[in-house]
């Protein structure tokens, strides 16, 4: 996968509105393939985190019941120009990815 | 002999600190999934798999969602929590195989603010679920859906 995941921040005042959008299946097992009829086996993100500075601000688990290509906002308080936001996932085959934006 | 042995614990004790140290950018990035939650079938088990037996309504919990979902796949949902200390907001959708959808804990400064998009099988009640101070506040919602996102 070249790009898994982009994300967009603004910083308003000193809270940081943080939007990241996910490549990913996220397939609920019940899905069938369109051409061989068979199910698609469940592939879906299960645990994502985000940093401030380092530090930890959001901490989510995710059912297979989040849209394909997930899409998620949040916000950080206590945030100025410069600061680094990382926000990083971790799928129910083990495969993960991570994305990383400064604050301006 | 006893040096010997002595010897063999502190290098063991280094392997496993030495492995532990390995695993931890592993976990800053994955943190625990509440398998027992997530696999739940009936909202009444999912609750207990959170920890949330006994909830209070709660107008204090701001969500917004579409009362017609044209595509269940993709049902876009806000959800503020103006609970003073709200530590974690919880997502089920009652009639979804299994309710439980997300869960996000907050810490060092994020609002208690989450938007995201889910699936939603038929109409349902969607419950969102905040916690603060060890308790948990709910709000519910129906939401009607046209076409069924789980096996799309």
């Known amino acids: 996968m070249a790009d898994p995941m982009k994300i967009r921040t603004q910083l308003k005042g000193d809270v940081a509105d943080v939007k990241i959008l996910l490549f990913h299946p996220m397939e609920t097992g019940l899905r069938k393939d369109g051409v061989t009829g068979e199910l698609v086996p469940m592939h879906f993100i299960q645990t994502l985190t985000a940093t401030h500075n380092g530090r930890t601000v959001l901490e989510a688990q995710w059912s297979q019941a989040v849209s394909k290509n997930p899409f998620l906002n949040f916000r950080v308080r206590g945030a100025k120009p410069g600061d680094k936001i990382i926000v990083g996932w971790v799928d129910n085959r083990g495969d993960k990815a991570s994305i990383e934006a400064t604050l301006n | ?152």
């Open chain 2, 1 to 152: 002999m006893e040096t010997k042995t002595m010897r063999r614990s502190v290098l063991r004790a280094f392997t496993v600190a030495m492995a532990a140290a390995m695993l931890r950018p592993l976990q800053l990035l994955a943190g625990p999934w509440n398998k027992a939650a997530f696999d739940a079938r009936a909202v009444a088990e999912a609750l207990k798999g959170i920890g949330a037996t006994a909830t209070e309504d709660s107008d204090r919990i701001v969500l917004k969602a579409p009362e017609i979902a044209e595509n269940g796949a993709i049902v876009p949902l806000e959800v503020a929590s103006e609970i003073p200390g709200t530590q974690a907001i919880y997502i089920l959708v009652d009639k979804n195989p299994q309710p439980l959808t997300a869960v996000f804990e907050f810490a060092n400064g994020a609002e208690a603010f989450v938007a995201t998009r889910i699936k939603m099988n038929e109409s349902s009640r969607v419950r969102i679920l905040a916690k603060a101070g060890g308790k948990f506040y709910a709000t519910m919602r129906e939401v009607k859906v046209t076409i069924g996102g789980c096996g799309a």
